[in-house]
């Protein structure tokens, strides 16, 4: 795999932009072939394992509140586009395959047909949206929404995860949410946390990023 060449921006505010560029992995690690990638992937799916075990039921509420999102996000924003997606399609495989990795899951192994079972129950369209949310993050974060502009690019992935998981909802048979309460129960009661889920990943990528361009322009790192 080629690397992308770095080269240091004029500022480290950056406007919307045409031009694809590197992700903060590239610029976090110069020269970093696909081993590395795969490490850091590897890295991710933990992570987001972790995140998801970090969960809080709401009363007659099957899907619980994790730091899946916060995860997610993180994901998108550092890895970028496409390894942001291998991350988290690795972490769906997994969870698929019956292993630990889904919120509802039990620690330990299960069944793939567990696990496929959860994958198409009333959660999947959740898992869905964690992938429309990575592609979003990761390509806006290469076209620009980067260091303290990553802001705007974890709303709009945090909001994202909510357009096939409210679509699933709706076509879906599951007996939940009742009827009336699908925005309700299905997105209304998760958008604080998930707001500052998104402030959290914010301040974390935007440090991370003013991390890389202290290393690029040959200075040490301050504190972030």
């Known amino acids: 795999m080629n690397t992308p ?11 919307f932009s045409l031009t694809w560029g590197p992700s903060l992995f590239d610029w976090l690690v110069p020269g970093a072939g696909t081993r590395h990638r795969i490490a850091a992937s590897i890295t991710f799916i933990v992570l987001i394992v972790v995140c998801s075990k970090i969960r809080f039921y709401l009363p007659d509420n099957p899907t619980p509140i994790t730091l899946q999102t916060l995860a997610i996000l993180t994901a998108g924003g550092v890895m970028g586009f496409r390894w942001g997606l291998i991350s988290v399609f690795g972490y769906l495989v997994i969870g698929a395959l019956g292993f630990l990795a889904f919120a509802n899951q039990p620690w330990g192994f299960t069944t793939p047909a567990d696990g496929w079972a959860y994958v198409t129950g009333v959660t999947g369209g959740y898992l869905l949206g964690f992938l429309l949310a990575t592609a979003v993050v990761g390509a806006l974060s290469q076209y620009g929404f980067d260091r303290s502009n990553s802001l705007w690019a974890n709303a709009l992935g945090g909001i994202a995860v909510y357009i096939p998981a409210i679509i699933w909802l709706a076509v879906g048979d599951f007996g939940w949410p009742a009827d009336g309460k699908l925005l309700m ?20 990528v935007t440090g991370l990023w003013k991390f890389a361009d202290n290393l690029q322009s040959g200075r040490e790192p301050r504190d972030v």
Do not use: N
């Open 185 to 204: 129960d299905g997105m209304y009661i998760y958008l604080p946390g998930d707001f500052l889920k998104v402030i959290a990943t914010s301040v974390l």
């Open 5 to 15: 060449t770095i080269a240091h921006p004029s500022g480290l505010k950056r406007s």
